[in-house]
Nanobody, 123 residues
Framework: QVQLVESGGGLVQAGGSLRLSCVAS????????MGWFRQVPGKEREFVAA????????YATDSVKGRFTISRDNAKNTVSLQMNSLKPEDTAVYYC????????????????WGQGTQVTVSS
């Protein structure tokens, strides 16, 4: 079956960096767009960044532009999220997700999800 496994979360001070990774199995990874979303308790899941199947197209929400970078390695079935200049408001559980098709910013259109990894940014 399809599995997405995130890693790389943790506790970091404001201004610091973390790199999240998501390894996929059970699907033809190069045929799927990949996204990163985040969620805090009591709030709706929020789009963070997404990347097309070939890596040529990327999107990021305005609040992380210039700080977060999404990338993928199709040979390793991996998508990564480099997070720099972290802020306390970036604190959330981060999920990676996979889908086919063109609309990459709507969480409900993603088919496969990882279990999430906690990112906590202290002030």
């Amino acid at each position: 079956q399809v599995q997405l496994v995130e890693s790389g979360g943790g506790l970091v001070q404001a201004g610091g960096s973390l790199r999240l990774s998501c390894v996929a199995s059970g699907l033809t990874f190069s045929r799927y767009a990949m996204g990163w979303f985040r969620q805090v308790p009591g709030k709706e899941r929020e789009f963070v960044a997404a990347i097309g199947w070939s890596g040529d197209i990327t999107y990021a929400t305005d609040s992380v532009k210039g700080r977060f970078t999404i990338s993928r390695d199709n040979a390793k079935n991996t998508v990564s999220l480099q997070m720099n200049s972290l802020k306390p408001e970036d604190t959330a559980v981060y999920y990676c997700a996979a889908k086919q098709g063109f609309e990459l910013r709507i969480w409900s259109q993603y088919v496969y999800w990882g279990q999430g990894t906690q990112v906590t940014v202290s002030s």
